[in-house]
């Protein structure tokens, strides 16, 4: 391709791409394009001896073959956080372009360019890796374990991170005469993303700077994270995200942008395109961590908490990705959702020979959840007390206030959740009905409920940026550096301009690409953050648009500001009401005014220093075949309070995505690995049981809607939550059914066999 033609996509703006212009780029782009497939290891840990390339180069249609061997020697890091000025709050820069060490079945050890797919897969599987193999380990407690293969030669024992919480004196409180312990080991798997999207992108040199286009939710960290990898200033890097088909948090990591900015300044400038299969996003993407949790909660016979323990061993696989920060904030809603005078809390990251962890949908929550929220019906079970009177009694109360994050529980949300869900689910009935059944076929209702934190204050920067500009006919377009990845952004982020300003909603039109040559800054779509986040900069922005245009209309109706008011698109005199102009007419003659020409405009960066509780619950029915060892969910309602709602719609169809996550999670996903190869065995949506519409009951989502009082309006976080107490719910559910507490997932037809056959249930 020539120089020229690259050229010309890059003036295509991001305006242009989001209205209309996208399909030229995307159709210039497949026939201009060279395309890159990556060489994954096929060992699980090893070193990288030699690679050869001969056969490969001789397939017609290859450009370029790169290796580990050409790869400039430079880690960077790969997590989407906030960049921090302080080295030590910095993510781990551990990853490579291409490995010669190798840590995982499916690392990337060497790239080919060709001019078509075709040609560029046949010369992948004709070059010839020898490895120099090493033992490795897929377990995290096994991992740590005095001579276990090592990965990182900064990180002894394997151990990326370890924290700790104490409260009071656990030792001493547990030496209190009477008390019952109550103990658990809770196990939740790996599983992956499943976006329909996969990830892709392309990149190419224009005037000496390196354009990016991605799928991706973090752009303007993966301009820094490119900019690192290149050794390169980051403003000689442009990325572009296009409106995306999800992510759920496997891209909130820089994935293959830096590999593919890397390559097209191998190939002198020219357009390098690198689209991931369905097979290499389960394995060479990102995964969710597993995490193996042990908890001890010491009780009174009348069900006070004495003492309790929480301990936690993230698999975090090859690399460090997100890291630490996921089993942390797992951890961190241990003491806090069920308090308690007397905790000891730890948290391990371990690193194992399996596909690195990252973010994903919850944020280390749905394993908290599984963990707390199964141990908690396992404590009622313990003392005899009915499990939804237990929780009402033990539950955060209103009025805590967090000493980390400063957040409060303002309202009675917990018991207002509850009583929602109960009364759809008619729990009580059907509780005392289900109880006591010996049939083959049983039925059987369960609880669970959640905590979430907004956004990432004060862990980590937060703050937003928006630009708005009026335009000659009265309506405005406004920009957000957060992302619209298929969840309703846009729309919520258009509802809440039109707000700030004073203009009907159909007079706004978001820019919805990100494009970090054009876009105000925004670290993007994750922490359930947006409508929080975003809600500071767009009401900031909104309102110093408004000063600007009622400072012009005082200057064109010759009334103060004070008289003045914006609504309906209308610039209006409170006194009487009476509309003195619309704001098309005024934006006309402020523009062409040959006297004083003014672009009515206004940007603003918010700094947000706050966070937000986000609770509710998960109620779940189940029908359970002992002898066939099946579970059938029957029904399923989610109550969330979020805040006030600013798209009811919207809100809704969130919550039904999480619970479908929520569902999978928590009866049939799992990624499997081959114990003797490290082999990852069912990276494919035919193997990997990927929950379905076939799975699924009437998906019920409802909310109490509790404005937060820190937030302009009056929302908190609805994105992840949904993910979160769903999978528990149905494990508490099976409980009530059987008897039989469930300690890991997926629950699927092998787990209960074993356990039916250990509760004496089924016998061979």
């Keep these: 391709m020539s120089k020229s033609v690259g050229r ?11 209205t209309g212009r996208a399909k030229y780029v995307d159709d210039l782009c497949d026939r201009s394009a060279l395309i890159a497939k990556v060489k994954h290891s096929t060992i699980a840990h090893g070193y990288v001896k030699s690679v050869d390339t001969a056969e490969a180069e001789q397939v017609p249609g290859v450009v370029k073959i790169l290796t580990c061997f050409d790869a400039p020697d430079r880690p960077f890091p790969t997590a989407g956080h906030p960049w921090s000025m302080d080295p030590h709050h910095q993510d781990v820069a551990d990853r490579m372009l291409l490995n010669r060490h190798v840590r995982y079945y499916g690392d990337d050890v060497a790239v080919v360019v060709a001019e078509d797919e075709v040609a560029a897969a046949q010369a992948v599987r004709l070059i010839k890796v020898e490895y120099d193999e090493l033992p490795f380990v897929l377990d995290p407690q096994e991992a740590m374990k005095p001579g276990a293969p090592q990965l990182h030669e900064k990180y002894p024992g394997n151990v990326l991170a370890h924290t700790d919480i104490r409260r009071g004196d656990y030792e001493k409180a547990i030496q209190e005469p009477g008390l019952i312990k109550v103990e658990g080991w809770y196990d939740t798997p790996t599983v992956q993303h499943c976006h329909i999207e996969n990830h892709g992108c392309y990149a190419y040199e224009d005037s000496g700077r390196i354009v990016v286009v991605s799928s991706t939710q ?24 296009p409106y995306i088909g ?5 891209k909130q990591d820089a994935l293959y942008e830096p590999l593919c900015a890397w390559l097209t300044t191998q190939l002198g400038g020219r357009l390098v395109k690198l689209e991931c299969s369905r097979e290499e996003t389960f394995v060479s993407n990102r995964v969710r961590h ?9 009780l009174r016979p009348d069900g006070t908490f004495v003492a309790r323990k929480f301990e936690a061993f993230s698999n975090q696989g090859a690399y460090a990705s997100h890291g630490h920060g996921i089993v942390a904030k797992g951890m961190g809603a241990f003491p806090q959702l069920y308090p308690c005078g007397n905790v000891e809390c ?10 690195a962890a990252g973010a994903m949908r919850g944020y280390g929550i749905p394993q908290a959840m599984f963990a707390g929220e199964s141990h908690i019906e396992d404590v009622a079970r313990a003392l005899g007390q009915d499990p939804i009177a237990f929780r009402r009694a033990h539950l955060m109360p209103v009025g805590y206030v967090d000493p980390f994050s400063k957040n409060e529980l303002y309202t009675d949300t917990f018991n207002q959740c509850m009583d929602k869900g109960m009364a759809y689910m008619d729990f009580a009935r059907k509780q005392k009905e289900y109880q006591n059944q010996t049939g083959p076929v049983r039925r059987g ?16 920067m937060e703050s937003s940026s928006c630009r708005m500009v009026l335009n000659q006919d009265g309506s405005l377009q406004f920009q957000t550096g957060e992302t619209e990845i298929g969840q309703g952004c846009d729309t919520a982020y258009s509802q809440m301009v039109a707000d700030a300003v004073g203009v009907p909603v159909e007079m706004v039109h978001v820019v919805s690409t990100q494009d970090t040559d054009v876009t105000p800054y925004g670290t993007g779509a994750y922490a359930s953050r947006q409508t929080y986040i975003g809600g500071f900069s767009i009401m900031q922005t909104g309102m110093a648009l408004r000063e600007r245009i009622l400072n012009i209309a005082k200057e064109q109706t010759r009334m103060p500001v004070s ?16 509309i003195l102009k619309s704001l098309g007419d005024l934006a006309m003659e402020a523009l062409y005014s040959v006297d004083h020409s003014q672009h009515i405009t206004a940007e603003t960066t918010a700094q947000i220093r706050t966070n937000a509780y986000s609770f509710g619950c998960s109620f779940a029915e189940v029908e359970v075949d002992i002898p066939m060892c099946k579970v059938k969910l029957v029904d399923l309602v989610n109550v969330h309070d979020c805040g006030t709602l600013i798209n009811p719609q919207l809100a809704e169809a969130q919550v039904h995505g999480g619970m479908s996550m929520a569902i999978g999670y928590g009866l049939s996903e799992e990624l499997k690995f081959d114990e003797k190869t490290g082999r990852p065995l069912n990276n494919n949506l035919l193997d990997y049981k990927l929950s379905t519409f076939m799975d699924h009951p009437h998906l019920e989502g409802e909310f109490v ?16 939550p949904p993910a979160c107490s769903g999978a528990p719910a149905i494990r508490n559910a099976i409980l009530n059914a059987t008897g039989v507490s469930i300690d890991r997932c997926p629950i699927t037809p092998h787990v209960l066999y074993a356990e039916f056959r250990k509760a004496g249930l089924i016998r061979d």
Excluded: M
């Design 445 to 460: 209702v369960g609880c669970a409920v959640f905590w979430y934190n907004t956004a990432v204050w004060p862990i980590s």
């Design 563 to 578: 008289n003045l008011d914006i609504v309906d698109g209308n610039i209006v005199r409170k006194t009487d009401g009476r």
């Design 290 to 298: 597993a995490i193996r949790t042990h908890i001890i909660s010491w």
């Design 705 to 720: 809607e509790n404005p937060e009082p820190t937030s302009p309006y009056g929302t908190k976080a609805l994105g992840e």
């Design 218 to 241: 973090i752009p303007h960290i993966v301009r820094r994270v490119v900019g690192q990898a290149l050794g390169i200033p980051w403003g000689n890097v442009r990325v572009i995200k």
């Design 346 to 355: 730890d948290s391990w990251t371990v690193f194992t020979n399996r596909p």
């Design 8 to 18: 010309s996509i890059t003036r295509v703006d991001a305006y242009e791409k989001a």
């Design 246 to 250: 999800g992510g759920f948090g496997n």
